[in-house]
């Protein structure tokens, strides 16, 4: 079966810190990976999308950035965070290809808070 | 622009029956999930549907009337632990999957 790992569950970090978040997937090969990020109030919003190995696309312009540099690996990065980064992030993955029924699965989730 | 809408906050008692309505307004469309989040865990799928009409999964059933732009969640026999939040989200023309804030579920006993 297959399952989503992602870590840290919960870190607080200063302003102008840097971030990693990490996210692997187990059981499936070339899945679609995906970066969320949810405000409280706010429908889910996607960051990020990979499709592939070094195949990413971003959504939202903004100071994150994300890489794919294994097949079921995903990682959320920033080198200067910013107060408005605080969130709760969601790495999620779906089957390869584009299809309406593609069902995301999500990992626990990283609170991330920014003071 | 692209919107889906739902109640902010629901409250239903333990044993009752209550409907979680959504209405969207998008570019095209794919089809409609919807997943269950507790409260600082990741969303669940709970269901999907493409086509009108209703689908059933045990105490849980989803309806979608593509012509209205419109679904819900009806949830039966609700127990203590059907409080969360209800996600809705809908699969527009480019496969974009578009999300709703949320509906908050608090069952009382």
């Known amino acids: 079966s297959q399952t989503i790992h992602q870590w840290p569950a919960t870190l607080v970090q200063p302003v102008g810190s840097p971030l990693s978040l990490e996210c692997t997937v187990e059981?499936?090969?070339?899945?679609?990976l995906y970066w969320y990020r949810q405000a409280a109030g706010r429908g889910l919003q996607l960051l990020f999308y990979?499709?592939?190995?070094?195949?990413i696309s971003s959504e939202v312009p903004q100071n994150l950035s994300a890489s794919r540099p294994q097949d079921r690996q995903f990682i959320l990065s920033s080198k200067k965070l910013l107060l408005s980064d605080s969130g709760f992030y969601l790495c999620?993955?779906?089957?390869?290809?584009?299809?309406?029924?593609?069902?995301?699965?999500f990992g626990a989730g990283s609170r991330l808070t920014v003071l | 622009g692209q919107n889906i809408d739902q109640p902010t906050e629901m409250t239903a008692t333990e044993g009752a029956i209550v409907q979680i309505n959504c209405t969207y307004q998008t570019s095209g469309f794919n089809g409609l999930f919807w997943y269950q989040q507790h409260a600082g865990e990741a969303p669940t799928f709970l269901s999907y549907n493409v086509l009108d009409g209703l689908e059933e999964k045990g105490r849980f059933s989803s309806f979608l009337s593509r012509s209205k732009g419109y679904s819900y969640l009806l949830l039966k026999e609700l127990q203590m632990k059907d409080s969360a939040s209800y996600l809705c989200?809908?699969?527009?023309?480019?496969?974009?999957?578009?999300w709703g804030a949320g509906t908050k579920l608090i069952i009382k006993p």
């Open positions: 990979s499709v592939g190995i070094g195949q």
């Open positions: 989200a809908v699969i527009d023309s480019n496969y974009q999957l578009i």
């Open positions: 059981g499936t090969s070339n899945p679609n």
């Open positions: 999620a993955w779906s089957d390869s290809g584009v299809s309406g029924a593609n069902v995301l699965t």
